[in-house]
């Protein structure tokens, strides 16, 4: 699991050979802003049925990103982006202030939840937390996943492009890496249209597909200070155009939730898991004889996969 450039294109589809160097750079401007170093373990709290879902099919059930329980998932950092895009565009000129104004005028139908269904797996660096366990785990019935964060490959990109991203809280941090991404890519427009004389049309297409896919991390990562006790990362799975991806439906409180079925391991691998937490409402014994036989049922240890560790919440 590891960041990798969304694009609008199948990453097979490539730039004129002219314009490769051109392109690379754009891809590395994209995801610097976003970059953060991956934690060694991330946490995910679920129901008993859940953890022996995630087990046995060694698959991550990612929501469509308008199912959550955040109303305002992938919109929160839709003003700061067309506020940063407006600054920008009166300080830059030429084909820069131009490739930004396109931003502005196309955004609303060109941003990340029009173009393409955005699933989310949720994740957290925090381990053992007593909201956690309330809101996600059958009120401390349940289990804490202790997943390893390991650098494989993932499922086919051509598919599915999926990237592990640390949720941002910080309204001024969504403001300094979107500015960032925005003026290195006007900066490479401006450099490229100082060499040839002018820029190319597909130069200009790939420089705005720059911008669109800086735009979607933003939109991706970012969330309201109200959430950040939850700590979340999130592996993000984006649907490209025309993918033949099946998705799932479900009920709950009324309402249809979409989904997505998602392998985190390269060849459909076990998962990796450092630890399973027993969460802190119910019989310890009890709960450690079921874990184990789930374990041995799900074939753990195995080649790719040792048997974690069994731990207890501390907040029993």
Not at 48 to 57: K, N, P, R, S, V
Not at 186 to 192: F, G, H, I, P, R
Not at 281 to 308: E, F, K, M
Request: aromatic share 8%; charged share 25%; with cysteine.
């Amino acid at each position: 699991m590891a960041i990798r450039p969304f694009r609008s294109r199948p990453p097979n589809v490539l730039a004129p050979p002219d314009l490769g160097p051109f392109d690379s750079r754009l891809d590395q401007l994209v995801v610097e802003p976003f970059r953060d170093a991956l934690p060694g373990v991330l946490y995910h709290y679920t129901t008993w049925a859940g953890a022996e879902g995630i087990l046995t099919t060694k698959q991550f059930w990612a929501t469509a990103h308008d199912c959550t329980n955040d109303q305002a998932e992938l919109t929160s950092a839709d003003s700061v982006i067309l506020e940063v895009a407006s600054e920008l565009e009166s300080t830059v000129g030429g084909a820069a202030r131009e490739l930004i104004g396109l931003l502005l005028k196309n955004y609303s139908r060109s941003k990340v939840t029009e173009i393409a269904p955005v699933y989310l797996a949720c994740f957290s660096e925090a381990r053992d937390q007593g909201s956690q366990w309330e809101a996600y785990a059958d009120k401390g019935r349940g289990l804490c996943l202790g997943i390893r964060v390991l650098g494989e490959v993932g499922p086919d990109p051509s598919v599915v492009g999926v990237s592990l991203l640390r949720v941002d809280y910080s309204e001024s941090s969504w403001r300094k890496k979107i500015t960032t991404g925005f003026e290195a890519v006007a900066s490479e427009v401006s450099q490229l249209a100082v060499r040839r004389g002018a820029v190319p049309y597909r130069a200009r297409a790939l420089a705005l597909n720059a911008l669109y896919r800086i735009a979607a991390y933003a939109a991706i990562t970012a969330k309201k200070p109200a959430w950040s006790r939850e700590a979340e990362w999130r592996q993000v799975a984006v649907v490209r155009r025309r993918a033949k991806v099946q998705i799932f439906e479900r009920k709950a409180l009324g309402q249809t939730i979409r989904y997505l079925k998602l392998f985190l391991r390269r060849d459909e691998r076990p998962l990796a898991f450092d630890e399973i937490i027993i969460g802190p409402n119910q019989d310890v014994a009890l709960a450690t004889s079921r874990l184990r036989a789930i374990l041995a049922d799900a074939g753990y240890p195995n080649d790719h996969a040792d048997l974690p560790r069994i731990a207890t919440s501390c907040l029993a």
